[in-house]
């Protein structure tokens, strides 16, 4: 079954840290390129950070410096570090696979909630 599960959102306060995950099953996780995306109440979902199979990253203005996007390959998960979290950070937050291999994908996880409390 091809399946992204992310975990790790809940609530923090301003300044604060957390750490998503993302874990895949159903794909060559190896082969794929990964994106975390945010959506905040009333507004479009946004890119954050992308990830490539070769570990090759890129995010969004607001989150440079204070986000960090990783993967694991042996455990097929890939990693959204938040630090430094501010109240406009609180969105739900979506796993991608938007690439395997030479195929484009269009494969989203069920999301997790971060809520930052100022």
């Known amino acids: 079954q091809v399946q992204l599960v992310e975990s790790g959102g809940g609530l923090v306060q301003a300044g604060g840290s957390l750490r998503l995950s993302c874990a895949a099953s159903g794909i060559i996780f190896g082969l794929s390129a990964m994106d975390w995306y945010c959506q905040a109440p009333w507004k479009q979902r946004e890119l954050v950070a992308s990830?490539?199979?070769?570990?090759?990253?890129n995010y969004a203005d607001p989150v440079k410096g204070r986000f960090t996007i990783s993967r694991d390959n042996a455990k097929n998960t890939v990693y959204l570090v938040m630090n430094n979290l501010k109240p406009e950070d609180t969105a739900v937050y979506y796993c991608h696979l938007n690439r395997m291999g030479l195929v484009r994908h269009d494969l989203w996880g069920q999301g997790t909630q971060v809520t930052v409390s100022s």
């Open positions: 990830i490539t199979s070769g570990g090759s990253t």
